[in-house]
């Protein structure tokens, strides 16, 4: 179970960074629309791997954590909403609500210092 979990939710993740790249590329045209789609995931995938990522040294607690993970995929559903993907948009809501609980209870904790 926990691994089917992981799984889900590690697609939800990847699903919103390109959600992210297909939005900057919905929003714009030519170079604008090209940046856009390179920067919106990094700076998404940057934020996450700071302050939501197991293994950051900078892992914020819940509820923070919780408000970052909201912000970021929220952003990710609204784009797709935004440029014209409704299915896609309910869908990546959908499984990131499904599996929340769940991945709270099974998500990967780090080691401590001895």
């Known amino acids: 179970m926990r691994a089917a979990v992981l799984t ?5 993740e990847l699903a919103a960074l390109s959600a992210l790249a297909a939005t900057g590329i919905g929003l714009a045209d030519g170079t604008p629309a090209a940046t856009l789609a390179v920067v919106l995931p990094l700076t998404a995938a940057a934020a996450w791997g700071r302050y939501v990522a197991p293994a950051s ?3 914020l607690q ?12 929220t ?3 609204v784009g797709l909403a935004g440029t014209g993907h ?3 948009a309910i869908s990546l809501s959908a499984a990131v ?5 769940a991945n709270r209870r099974h998500e990967p904790t780090t080691p401590t210092a001895a």
């Open 8 to 12: 889900i939710r590690f697609a939800s």
């Open 62 to 73: 819940d509820p923070a954590r919780a408000t970052v993970e909201l912000l970021l995929f």
């Open 97 to 101: 609500a499904l599996t929340a609980p």
């Open 57 to 59: 040294t900078r892992r």
């Open 75 to 77: 952003a990710a559903v």
């Open 86 to 88: 409704p299915v896609l």
